[in-house]
């Protein structure tokens, strides 16, 4: 066995195989055979695809476990029916649409590369599209949902603590902040287009009377005053250095005395060739984002104290699927950061 002509081959497949899993969850293939079996005809003839083709990335599907066939008829495999359709409490559907989305751009990596600039536009990309705009928070909602109780147990919160989630999604941290912390109150600062999503899924987490969302531009709004903690989860990755430092900054300057910053990602190893996921995660960020760009620990620990805060205790979630740093305004008006008096 030629394991490094295996292991080239793979990564050169790789996307083929990606681009079935995308293609099935666009045309809603799975969705629609959740409801009941369907011969390829029937699935052309719902999906307005080729009969032919539609047979192809079925037989496709069930190569790659996503689906079954009997006789004529395909239906979803467990896998597909707890990790691919919306309505399962464990789905992955909305995020791997917006992994299926994203394909396109990172497509154009080699003229990213070329150019150091993002293959599109972030405005025209996100917010003006409400269908891509629910799949990606949602879509982080699905994914994040999975460690956010973890996370939360970091933050280790007093009771009656306020926070503020900066750019807080969905709001799935806050709902485990506050499920984890009884007395807690969070509120959320997030995009406009971005509210009514929020607004949905802390209803539904049965949170509206202690979690609030509030429209806001993390790029230039202050995070409120005297607040206990401040969360930053998965923000830093997507924005300039320039941008990042404002950010802490404006943490600082909303916390009391004592009050905790709960950054939470996805971090390089020192050398920045490592963990693989984050190597990816980095680039996605100046695939997608432009200006992004994914930290090491040590720099974000850097980040932290040049505005004021005392160094990171940093936890590994998940078997190190995410790192949290949590670090303290330190107590006393004498260890103020000179920057948060002239902002
Ligand atoms: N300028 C901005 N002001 C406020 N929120 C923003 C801004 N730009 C992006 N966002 C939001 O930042 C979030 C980044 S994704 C991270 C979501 C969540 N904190 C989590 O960890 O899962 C998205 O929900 C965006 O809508």
Known sequence: ?????????????????????????????????????????????????????????????????????????????DLALRLLCEDSPESLARWVRVMGRW??????LTEVVRTGRPAEEREARLWQDPRYTADFVL?????????????????????????TDVGGGAGTYAIALCRRHPDVSVRILELASVLPLAERTVAEAGLADRIDVTAGDYLTDPFGTDVSAVVLSNIL?????????????????????????????YFLDESRTRPLFTTLHN???FTLWGGGRSYTVGEAAALLRSAGFTEPVVHQVAQGASTVLVAEKAEGPEDQHPADRRE
């Open 1 to 77: 066995m030629d394991f490094g002509a295996a292991h080239v081959t793979q990564m050169a497949l790789g996307a083929w195989q990606a681009q079935v899993l995308y293609t099935l969850s666009e045309l809603d293939v799975f969705e629609l055979l959740s409801e009941k079996p369907l011969s390829a005809q029937e699935v052309a003839r719902r999906t307005g695809a080729h009969p032919l083709a539609a047979e192809g990335l079925l037989n496709a599907g069930v190569a790659l476990k996503l689906l079954t066939r009997d006789g004529d008829a395909y239906a979803d495999t």
């Open 103 to 108: 394909s396109r751009p990172w497509n154009g």
């Open 139 to 163: 879509g982080m909602h699905e994914y994040a949902r999975r460690i956010a109780d973890e996370v939360a147990d970091h933050a280790d919160l007093p009771p009656g603590a306020r926070v």
């Open 237 to 265: 990755h997507q924005e300039s250095r320039e941008a990042g430092e404002s950010i802490v900054r404006r943490a600082h300057r909303a916390l009391r005395p004592g009050g905790k910053l709960v950054v939470n990602g």
């Open 283 to 285: 680039l996605s960020a």
